[in-house]
């Protein structure tokens, strides 16, 4: 199936490039209103209805009609003079909150897309009177704005809101501030814009710049990349389908995730293709370009199928997991790998048919051979042991990091002081820190009966006692007195580690203790949230990562056909993993003092590091098995290995981890982009061009047990169509 997709787009390119230039306006266009229909960002959404602040959610909207896509906004009313707020204040403060509560924000519109394929988020937000400071420094409103914080149409809204509340305040006599959720993403992204541009741009230039050092040819830096773009576009685009399709919800930050991953592996796929497709116009200067294509692309396809299928089969075994933005990310990555695969296999292969030559033109690469790979080469098949001892020795020193390490379910702390982050201090210097996002217990009757405030007065002062616990709010209930909600303010910010432990132990036994016969009671709000992420994340790691190391090794046996070597490959990219994890902890936890790494990191880095650290592994074993099929020494055939490889590799693995490394310019992700680049090029590097060349030069053909391959009369007959001719001179290109 392989040698016919690729034969078919080698033989018909213009047919395949148009298909997909077709896909790519359809899909790309329907991509963002697609995404924006199937993401939330509420994080208890993900939560199974077994975990306790799940179960407190479904009350909330269920009883007390909460609004799952509602996002509360807290802005701060003061005077401009510094002085207490007066009765004649406050009645201002309410007329003008009344007058904003009446008019519909609209949302700002952009020039750069089609208005019907952006959702209108246009609303009139409801706003009522939230706390007045006990010294009456200022009175809180919250506001209620409907959608997913990291909508770009929401957050327009934010801006127009705060904008118009700002005037209108002024014109008062009064200042403002804004904080939460949405305040604070708007302002941390407003920080960050330039950032975020000036960084994408580098990274872009930077893979351009890679390509025409490497391969001396501007069209085989910019139109492959095109390609890898394009196919990313329409892959988003199926994720988006796919999702509205099977009702799954995807995480706020998925998109943007895929788009790296695609991005670096897209060109990982497309490198292995050039460099193996230039060895062979090299070796064959006389055959056909599209002939030479279709051999090229039918051999490389199928080491690029595995690669893909291990990725593919490493997230999906996310689906196992319980937490929900773990459960929606695998098949999200999937699906958009598939794609990618196929593009890969199609469009790539149809560039190559339809450019030939021509695609490294004006470059005279065609007529060089590789020196500094070459010598590489033979120093690992030369010295393969003391190799072997620097890498492992490396790898051995970064994961000694995992001493001591702690995970941290916050959701980041960008240190930018922002005016969202200056409003909250503000708040927390005269009340509880909570105030703004409070924890809040859920009573429901069970027998039918009717709750009363009263009946749950010796539940509210047992909350009252609890240490962290800096005030409890009255008894609220619902419109039959089927449910009552009581909130708390802790003294502990919400996002917290100490937050968490408070609900989780404290606050849980209090409430066990002291809920009436009758009822059942509990715990939400995001403290509670993150609490019960943390028991579902420990449950999904125990489950998930020996589920994925399985599967990897399932794929690797049957691509290798052998016993042995799937064993060291496993055995190389968990170390990897260990080295790569333990260096982010060395970093940010022991060095930068952070809470610990985040709690998602473990799960992601180990799929990222293994799954796509094995793309490198299959590509650098699968040239040596087909080298070793060759006559002469195993550490011979190793050597030519390497030779051939090491470019592609080493290329491919900075590509990666540049396109990772954008991910730090986007505000919390810091850890994940130094964690990711430093786990692809410590996989490519490392792992790939050291470690397991070194193992293969020391076990020999053993490495293939117990189907060693026997070197064939005269070489391996494909091998020997693309062999090297001899030259006497060899002219440097690396």
């Given at each position: 199936m392989i040698r016919a997709l690729t034969g078919y787009s080698t033989r018909h390119p213009w047919k395949i490039i148009a298909l997909w230039g077709v896909l790519g306006?359809?899909?790309?266009?329907?991509?963002?209103?697609?995404?924006?229909?199937?993401?939330?960002?509420?994080?208890?959404?993900?939560?199974?209805?077994?975990?306790?602040?799940?179960?407190?959610?479904?009350?909330?909207?269920?009883?007390?009609?909460?609004?799952?896509?509602?996002?509360?906004?807290?802005?701060?009313v003061a005077r401009t003079d510094g002085k207490a707020l007066g009765d004649?204040?406050?009645?201002?403060?309410?007329?003008?909150?009344?007058?904003?509560?009446?008019?519909?924000?609209?949302?700002?519109?952009?020039?750069?897309?089609?208005?019907?394929?952006?959702?209108?988020?246009?609303?009139?937000?409801?706003?009522?009177?939230?706390?007045?400071?006990?010294?009456?420094?200022?009175?809180?409103?919250?506001?209620?704005?409907?959608?997913?914080?990291?909508?770009?149409?929401?957050?327009?809204?934010?801006?127009?809101?705060?904008?118009?509340?700002?005037?209108?305040?002024?014109?008062?006599?009064?200042?403002?501030?804004?904080?939460?959720?949405?305040?604070?993403?708007?302002?941390?992204?407003?920080?960050?814009?330039?950032?975020?541009?000036?960084?994408?741009?580098?990274?872009?230039?930077?893979?351009?710049?890679?390509?025409?050092?490497?391969?001396?040819?501007?069209?085989?830096?910019?139109?492959?990349?095109?390609?890898?773009?394009?196919?990313?576009?329409?892959?988003?685009?199926?994720?988006?389908?796919?999702?509205l399709v099977t009702g799954r919800k995807l995480d706020a930050g998925t998109p943007g995730l895929i788009n790296v991953v695609l991005l670096g592996i897209g060109i990982d796929y497309l490198l292995f293709l050039l460099f193996r497709f230039r060895e062979h116009l090299r070796a064959r200067p006389e055959q056909p370009a599209r002939e030479a294509a279709a051999q090229v692309c039918a051999r490389v396809g199928t080491a690029i199928t595995s690669a893909a299928l291990t990725i593919v089969a490493a997230f999906a075994t996310l689906g196992l997991a319980t937490f929900g933005q773990f459960r929606s990310l695998g098949p999200a990555i999937a699906v958009a790998v598939l794609v990618m695969l196929l593009g890969s296999l199609t469009l790539l292969p149809a560039l190559l048919g339809a450019t030939g030559r021509k695609m490294f033109w004006p470059s005279r690469s065609l007529r060089r051979e590789p020196g500094r790979s070459a010598r590489f080469g033979a120093l690992v098949a030369r010295r393969p042991l003391t190799m072997l001892t620097a890498s492992v020795a490396l790898l051995a020193a970064?994961?000694?990091?995992?001493?001591?390490?702690?995970?941290?379910?916050?959701?980041?702390?960008?240190?930018?002081?922002?005016?969202?982050?200056?409003?909250?201090?503000?708040?927390?210097?005269?009340?509880?820190?909570g105030v703004s996002d409070p924890t809040s217990v859920f009573v429901t009757r069970t027998d039918g009966a009717a709750l009363t405030a009263a009946a749950l007065d010796g539940l509210s002062g047992a909350l009252t006692?609890?240490?962290?616990?800096?005030?409890?709010?009255?008894?609220?209930?619902?419109?039959?007195?089927?449910?009552?909600?009581?909130?708390?303010?802790?003294?502990?910010?919400?996002?917290?580690?100490?937050?968490?432990?408070?609900?989780?132990?404290?606050?849980?036994?209090?409430?066990?203790?002291?809920?009436?016969?009758?009822?059942?009671?509990?715990?939400?709000?995001?403290?509670?949230?993150?609490?019960?992420?943390?028991?579902?994340?420990?449950?999904?790691?125990?489950?998930?990562?020996?589920?994925?190391?399985?599967?990897?090794?399932?794929?690797?046996?049957?691509?290798?056909?052998?016993?042995?070597?799937?064993?060291?490959?496993?055995?190389?990219?968990?170390?990897?993993?260990?080295?790569?994890?333990?260096?982010?902890?060395?970093?940010?936890q022991h060095g930068l003092g952070e809470p610990g790494v985040g709690f998602t990191l473990p799960l992601v880095l180990f799929l990222f590091v293994v799954a796509l650290g094995t793309d490198y592994n299959i590509l650098i074993t699968d040239r040596i098995r087909e080298e070793m099929r060759r006559p002469g020494p195993a550490r011979a055939a190793v050597a030519r290995a390497v030779q051939h490889t090491a470019p592609a590799i080493a290329t491919a693995g900075l590509v990666l981890a540049g396109s990772f490394a954008t991910l730090a310019t986007t505000p919390g992700s810091e850890q994940v982009a130094f964690a990711m680049a430093l786990g692809i090029m410590l996989s490519a590097l490392v792992l790939s061009l050291v470690l397991v060349p070194a193992l293969a030069a020391l076990l020999g053909r053993s490495l293939w047990w117990p189907v060693r391959p026997r070197p064939a009369a005269g070489g391996d007959p494909e091998h020997r169509a693309t062999a090297p001719a001899p030259e006497p001179e060899r002219v440097t290109a690396y």
């Open positions: 306006v359809v899909l790309i266009g329907l991509a963002p209103t697609l995404i924006a229909r199937v993401t939330q960002s509420q994080t208890g959404d993900f939560l199974p209805r077994s975990y306790d602040s799940a179960a407190a959610l479904q009350i909330a909207q269920e009883r007390f009609g909460a609004d799952p896509d509602a996002t509360t906004v807290t802005v701060l004649a204040d406050r009645q201002r403060i309410e007329a003008e909150a009344a007058k904003l509560a009446q008019r519909r924000v609209v949302m700002p519109r952009e020039d750069d897309g089609p208005e019907f394929l952006i959702p209108d988020r246009s609303q009139t937000p409801r706003i009522v009177p939230a706390m007045t400071a006990p010294d009456r420094s200022f009175e809180l409103l919250a506001v209620q704005l409907i959608g997913n914080p990291v909508d770009k149409g929401v957050q327009g809204v934010y801006r127009a809101f705060r904008d118009a509340a700002r005037a209108q305040f002024a014109e008062a006599g009064m200042r403002t501030g804004f904080t939460g959720g949405l305040a604070g993403t708007v302002d941390t992204t407003d920080a960050h814009e330039t950032a975020a541009k000036v960084g994408s741009a580098l990274v872009m230039g930077f893979i351009v710049l890679l390509n025409v050092l490497v391969f001396r040819s501007v069209a085989a830096a910019l139109l492959p990349l095109l390609a890898v773009s394009m196919i990313g576009g329409v892959a988003v685009g199926a994720v988006g389908i796919a999702a970064l994961a000694a990091g995992l001493i001591g390490i702690r995970m941290d379910y916050g959701q980041g702390d960008s240190g930018d002081r922002t005016p969202a982050a200056a409003t909250a201090v503000e708040i927390s210097r005269v009340l509880p820190a006692l609890v240490d962290g616990v800096g005030q409890v709010a009255p008894t609220v209930l619902n419109e039959d007195h089927r449910a009552a909600r009581i909130d708390l303010y802790p003294t502990a910010d919400p996002q917290s580690r100490q937050a968490r432990d408070l609900v989780s132990g404290p606050i849980r036994a209090a409430v066990a203790q002291h809920t009436p016969a009758g009822t059942t009671a509990h715990v939400g709000g995001t403290a509670a949230i993150f609490a019960d992420v943390s028991t579902a994340v420990d449950h999904d790691l125990r489950i998930v990562f020996p589920v994925a190391a399985a599967l990897i090794a399932l794929i690797l046996l049957l691509l290798l056909r052998s016993l042995l070597a799937p064993v060291v490959l496993m055995l190389s990219v968990g170390l990897g993993f260990a080295a790569t994890l333990g260096a982010a902890t060395l970093l940010f």
